[in-house]
């Protein structure tokens, strides 16, 4: 069984700053990419930024120079320092892994969410 915890969200105000993360338990042989993802109400599902075993990263265009996505391999974790909050960055967010058990297959995990509001 592997699953994925997150924490760190919460209510802030608008230009104020969060920091989310999440880890990966279990067994498994490997993850591969990590990231997150939010989702308003009336919204779909959106990427905000993910990041590759080797460190490469893709963010959102509307988080871009805000946020920032970073992970500890070795404590299996991915974190996202969000800065200069917007109220529109109000939604849940959710952790995604792409994650090796066993064998050859590569199954995608997420979190169970996690509200970030961001209002005065």
């Known amino acids: 069984q592997v699953q994925l915890v997150e924490s760190g969200g919460g209510l802030v105000q608008p230009g104020g700053s969060l920091r989310l993360s999440c880890a990966a338990s279990?067994?498994?042989?490997?993850?591969?990419?990590m990231g997150w993802y939010r989702q308003a109400p009336g919204k779909q599902r959106e990427l905000v930024a993910a990041?590759?075993?080797?460190?490469?990263?893709n963010y959102a265009d509307s988080v871009k120079g805000r946020f920032t996505i970073s992970r500890d391999n070795a404590k299996n974790t991915v974190i996202l320092q969000m800065n200069s909050l917007k109220p529109e960055d109000t939604a849940v967010y959710y952790c995604?892994?792409?994650?090796?058990?066993?064998?050859?297959?590569?199954?995608?995990?997420w979190g169970q969410g996690t509200q970030v509001t961001v209002s005065s």
């Open positions: 995604n892994a792409d994650i090796r058990r066993f064998g050859q297959s590569v199954d995608d995990y």
């Open positions: 279990g067994t498994f042989r490997a993850i591969y990419a």
């Open positions: 990041i590759t075993n080797g460190g490469s990263t």
